[in-house]
Every structure is written in structure tokens, then in C-alpha cells.
């Protein structure tokens, strides 16, 4: 059975989870294809396993849009490829696009869909809800099923004015992904009908990677000599609510507890975060390091005490998922599934959202308690183990994918 994962770009580092699954579902037997609107070379350096012999063949870039005169130059070679390697899928599908929307709409959607129709697939899965607004009717044109992901930011933020964004996408996918009930619960407040197919499957991370270090720190900290170490993990946006880190931060400071921040991340968000870290006096204890390779990543987790995760909504996060494997008590807010993602005080903390004096509390109370630290950390890798293995969550795809192709065929 051949799947098409739609994504916008491939590989990435901070969607490492969809290497993982892409490779994944390969292992699980699936013909399984990448399609995607750019694939930057320098990113293939990141995940070694992404170069074994065959791998790239199967990482697809759509035909050039923009501007329009190149697609329109390009439409008649797209033609030919289809009917080279799809005949019968390409004169369905431009049969029924001319019928419904005429010659130029039809044509213009044929070349969107180009991409899919040489693979001629039996399922297209949309990783990511606002990618297939325009496109989820394409099952019907090609003849295949079609399943969408929500993760988070397509629900909370995208077409919030627009009482209809999602309307093609509740008529014309066969089946919903999303990460946990939290995001359900959302889809249905945006007009998703009770009764769609669904499926939740959390996030899920391969363990082996994650092993945690010996810390060897079983004394209280925040000392001069040996302050608390705290990291953040993720890109460098204002829903992640790093300012509100900052500001927990200088609290900590304040009240003798010394530290040491490190942010992991990149992206537009970084000259304010940059800003606030001078307001607030911290340029000796607070350090952002940029994005890192998942080694790297791995690495400053092994240095760091704690994690941090300010962020005022959030779908899920890998990285708390992450640090829990290894062995790091969590402290985060209670933005949309982080109440899924941590246990309240067995693996770490969560506390409301926007509340600095909240942070700065849970992060001292684990700087003075190092058997609370220890304790954390061990329950944290025993929940990640036995609830979020890779395997269990390629294993769920694998299900939920087969039930969609064979319901009603």
C-alpha cells in the first residue's frame, strides 16, 4: 500500500518527529513517499539515517507555483509526467476537475496536484491541517483516501476569524490525526462534526536516543558555586512565552536562587527575546544557543537541572516529551496539551500560563529538593517508556491508516 506524507518542507529540525515516522512506517513495510514543497540539502546532514540507498527517491517536491508564468510554462511537461506514469489516474482526475470547475480552475489544480498523481497513491496524509484546506477533496479526484493531522498550531491560531477555514477539510478527509484530546476538543469547537473519524496518537520519541547521563548533583542548588541550570527547547516564537521565562528568571535571581538559562531555538522572535534579557539585567546567566543538531540537543539536556516550557498554547511538544526520557524534571504551563504531556507532580510541574511568580516557585522548590529531582527524572523516563516508545506510536499509524483503507472498500 503506497502513502504520500505531505509536508511543506523536508527534512526539518524541528519536526524531527516526521523523519522519525516517515522511516518509521518504511520499517512497518509501507511504500511510503514524501511530498513536499521544498527539501533543503543542508538539512539531510542532520539525520544520517535519511541517507541510506533509495531514501531520497522517495522525497517528491510539487511543481513550481510561483511566479504563474512558471507553472504555466511547466504545465505541459506536469501533463506529460502524469500520463507517463499515471494514464488512467490522469484522465480520471482531469475528467472530474474539468467537470467541476471548469478548464482553467481545473487545469490549475491538476498542476497543483501533479505530484500526487505520478505516485498514484492509495492514501494521502496532510501532516499538518492548514495544508490541506485546498486540496482535501483530492481523494475524490484520484481516488484514494485522505487522513489530516492537527498538532496544535492549525487549530489555535489559523483562520480564527473565519468561522468556515476548516469546512473542506471536515467534508473531504476520511479521517482525522490529532495529538490528544485537548486538540479534539478544539476541532470540534471550530466546527468539526462529533461523529468524524478520528484517531489520537500522542507524539513519541525513540528512546535509545535519549539516555540519560549520571547528573551526580544530589545537593541543593542555586549557589554561586553551583547555580540551578535551566534550558528551553523550541523555536523562537511568542506563543512559546519565553518572556515569561525571562521574567522567572530574574525572580530566581531576586530571590538568591542563582542560575544559569540557556535557550535552544531559532526564528524572528530572537532581537525581542534579546531585548527583554537586557531590560531585565540578565545577559551573565542567560544564553541563546541557536538551533542545534538533535546531538546537541541531547547534550545540553544532560548539562541542564530542569526544562522550562513558558508557553502559553502549545499542542503538544516533543521536547518535554524529551527531557522527560531523559531524566529531567519538567516545569511548564498548562497551555493546551502540556497537560497531557506531563504528570502534575510526579514528573514534574505545571502551573497557569503568563505567571512568572508561578515558574520562579517550581523551579526553586526543585533547586532546594534534590530527591525531588532525582524522583522526577526517574518517574519521568518510566512514563515516557511505557507511554510515548516510537514503536507503539509507528505501530497506532500503521492501524489507523489500514482501518481508513478498508472501511467501506
Given at each position: 500500500m503506497r502513502a504520500i506524507l505531505f509536508i511543506s518542507s523536508f527534512p526539518m529540525l524541528s519536526e524531527t518527529f516526521l523523519v522519525s515516522k516517515f522511516l518509521g512506517l518504511l520499517g512497518m513495510g509501507w511504500d511510503v513517499h514524501i511530498v513536499c514543497y521544498e527539501s533543503n540539502p543542508a538539512q539531510w546532514l542532520n539525520y544520517p539515517a535519511l541517507n541510506k540507498l533509495g531514501i531520497r527517491k522517495r522525497v517528491h517536491r510539487t511543481w513550481p507555483h510561483r511566479p504563474r508564468w512558471l507553472a504555466l510554462a511547466r504545465l505541459p511537461a506536469a501533463l506529460v509526467a502524469c500520463l507517463f506514469a499515471n494514464p488512467d489516474g490522469t484522465l480520471r482526475y482531469l475528467r472530474l476537475a474539468i467537470r467541476r470547475w471548469g478548464w482553467i480552475k481545473g487545469l490549475r489544480r491538476f498542476y497543483l496536484d501533479a505530484a500526487f498523481i505520478v505516485l498514484r497513491p492509495d492514501l494521502i496524509h496532510f501532516e499538518f491541517g492548514a495544508l490541506a484546506i485546498?486540496?482535501?477533496?483530492?481523494?475524490?479526484?484520484?481516488?484514494?483516501?485522505?487522513?489530516?493531522?492537527?498538532?496544535?498550531?492549525?487549530?489555535?491560531?489559523?483562520?480564527?476569524?473565519?468561522?468556515?477555514?476548516?469546512?473542506?477539510?471536515?467534508?473531504?478527509?476520511?479521517?482525522?490525526?490529532?495529538?490528544?484530546?485537548?486538540?479534539?476538543?478544539?476541532?470540534?469547537?471550530?466546527?468539526?462534526?462529533?461523529?468524524?473519524?478520528?484517531?489520537?496518537?500522542?507524539?513519541?520519541?525513540?528512546?535509545?536516543?535519549?539516555?540519560?547521563?549520571?547528573?551526580?548533583?544530589?545537593?541543593?542548588?542555586?549557589?554561586?558555586?553551583?547555580?540551578?541550570?535551566?534550558?528551553?527547547?523550541?523555536?523562537?516564537?511568542?506563543?512559546?512565552?519565553?518572556?515569561?521565562?525571562?521574567?522567572?528568571?530574574?525572580?530566581?535571581?531576586?530571590?538568591?536562587?542563582?542560575?544559569?538559562?540557556?535557550?535552544?531555538?531559532?526564528?524572528?522572535?530572537?532581537?525581542?527575546?534579546?531585548?527583554?534579557?537586557?531590560?531585565?539585567?540578565?545577559?551573565?546567566?542567560?544564553?541563546?544557543?541557536?538551533?542545534?543538531?538533535?546531538?546537541?540537543?541531547?547534550?545540553?539536556?544532560?548539562?541542564?537541572?530542569?526544562?522550562?516550557?513558558?508557553?502559553?498554547?502549545?499542542?503538544?511538544?516533543?521536547?518535554?516529551?524529551?527531557?522527560?526520557?531523559?531524566?529531567?524534571?519538567?516545569?511548564?504551563?498548562?497551555?493546551?496539551?502540556?497537560?497531557?504531556?506531563?504528570?502534575?507532580?510526579?514528573?514534574?510541574?505545571?502551573?497557569?500560563?503568563?505567571?512568572?511568580?508561578?515558574?520562579?516557585?517550581?523551579l526553586s522548590r526543585l533547586a532546594q529538593d534534590p530527591r525531588l529531582r532525582q524522583r522526577m527524572g526517574q518517574s519521568g523516563r518510566e512514563r515516557v517508556t511505557s507511554q510515548f516508545a516510537l514503536v507503539d506510536q509507528i505501530n497506532r499509524f500503521d492501524q489507523f491508516y489500514r482501518r481508513v483503507l478498508n472501511h467501506a472498500n
Open positions: 485546498e486540496q482535501a477533496d483530492i481523494g475524490e479526484l484520484l481516488g484514494c483516501k485522505v487522513t489530516v493531522s492537527f498538532r496544535g498550531y492549525d487549530l489555535n491560531f489559523s483562520g480564527l476569524g473565519d468561522t468556515g477555514y476548516y469546512s473542506s477539510v471536515w467534508c473531504h478527509a476520511d479521517a482525522l490525526h490529532l495529538l490528544g484530546q485537548d486538540l479534539w476538543q478544539r476541532a470540534v469547537r471550530r466546527g468539526c462534526p462529533p461523529n468524524k473519524a478520528h484517531e489520537l496518537i500522542p507524539p513519541a520519541i525513540d528512546i535509545e536516543k535519549f539516555l540519560p547521563e549520571e547528573r551526580g548533583n544530589f545537593e541543593p542548588l542555586g549557589t554561586v558555586e553551583r547555580p540551578l541550570r535551566i534550558l528551553s527547547v523550541g523555536r523562537l516564537e511568542w506563543k512559546k512565552g519565553y518572556e515569561f521565562a525571562l521574567q522567572a528568571v530574574r525572580l530566581l535571581q531576586d530571590a538568591g536562587v542563582e542560575c544559569e538559562y540557556r535557550v535552544i531555538g531559532s526564528g524572528a522572535y530572537l532581537e525581542p527575546l534579546a531585548f527583554t534579557r537586557h531590560q531585565l539585567g540578565l545577559e551573565n546567566c542567560v544564553e541563546f544557543l541557536g538551533g542545534l543538531s538533535h546531538p546537541q540537543v541531547i547534550e545540553q539536556m544532560n548539562w541542564a537541572d530542569v526544562l522550562l516550557h513558558a508557553a502559553v498554547s502549545e499542542g503538544f511538544c516533543n521536547a518535554v516529551l524529551e527531557a522527560q526520557a531523559i531524566q529531567l524534571p519538567v516545569v511548564c504551563t498548562d497551555a493546551g496539551g502540556l497537560r497531557e504531556n506531563v504528570e502534575d507532580g510526579e514528573t514534574g510541574f505545571i502551573v497557569p500560563r503568563r505567571d512568572p511568580q508561578a515558574l520562579a516557585e517550581k
